[in-house]
C-alpha cells in the first residue's frame, strides 16, 4: 500500500463512503446499446418504456450536456421481463432487430429472453439523486443528478442520503485530499487523470459528513456551486489539516 494512502487508510476518525450510508453502483449494460439506447426511441416505442439516459460523452469539459438520449427498458416493475404482445411499439422494434439480439452471450444463455439487458434496469434509479463518474474522464468536477436520468455502463454512481449531502460527498471527491487517495490505489489514464472505479471508491476515506457544521457545509456547498476547487481544498485543510 502506498505510504501517503497508508496513513490515511488507518485513520479511525476517516470514513469510507459506504460507511457514512452512500451506496455505490455502476450503470447498466445491455449487450447492444445501438438498440436500447437512441434519441429517437420516443418516436418508436411506448413511452412508458423508456428512461432519459446519461453516457460519459454527456459529462465533458466539466460541463453537463445532455445529448438527449433514452433507455429503452424491457422489464416490468417486478423485474420480470415485459410480454411484447403488451407492447407492439416495442415488440415490432425488437424484431426489426431480432438478428443482431439474438446473437448476444446474454441471449444465447437465455433464448427466451432474447430482448433482455445485461444488466437489469431498476426505474426507479432515474429518480433518485446521485453522483456521476464517468469512469475515464478528465474533469475536475463532480457532478450531481437530482433524479432525471438514468446511468448507462460508462458511468459509476452514487445515491444515498440527501441530496445536499450527496453535494458535500461530490466536493470531497473533487479535492486534493481524496484525488491524492485515488492517484495512490488506482494507474493513471493517459493524460494522468485517474479512473472512477467501484473497487476504487470503496477504498476512499473521508471524514464523517454528518459532522460537518451548518455554516461549513453552507461554505462547502457555496464552493461546490461555484466550482471553486482551490476553494474547496483551502476548507477542507483547514478543517482537516490535510
Known sequence: MDKSFSSVATDHALKTIEQQGFKIGIG???????????????????????????????????????????????????????????????????????????????????????????????????????????????????????????????????????SVRLRLLAAFLMSDFVRDQLSAVTNAMNGGFSRWQSQHLRKLRIPDIGAISETDTQQILSFYECKEISSINHIINRLYGT
Open 28 to 162: 447498466a449494460a445491455t449487450g447492444a446499446d445501438a438498440i436500447f439506447v437512441s434519441s429517437d426511441l420516443p418516436d418508436r416505442v411506448e413511452s412508458e418504456l423508456i428512461l432519459p439516459s446519461i453516457k460519459a460523452r454527456d459529462l465533458r469539459g466539466n460541463q453537463f450536456n445532455w445529448h438527449g438520449d433514452y433507455l429503452l427498458n424491457p422489464y416490468n416493475s417486478d423485474g420480470s421481463l415485459i410480454d411484447l404482445a403488451d407492447y407492439p411499439l416495442a415488440g415490432a422494434y425488437f424484431e426489426q432487430h431480432r438478428e443482431r439480439l439474438t446473437s448476444r452471450h446474454v441471449a444465447r444463455k437465455s433464448p427466451a429472453k432474447w430482448y433482455k439487458t445485461i444488466d437489469r434496469i431498476s426505474p426507479s434509479l432515474q429518480k433518485q439523486p446521485k453522483i456521476l463518474l464517468p469512469d475515464m474522464s478528465g474533469n475536475t468536477f463532480v457532478f450531481v443528478d437530482d433524479g432525471s436520468y438514468y446511468p448507462l455502463h460508462s458511468i459509476y454512481y452514487i445515491t444515498g442520503q440527501s
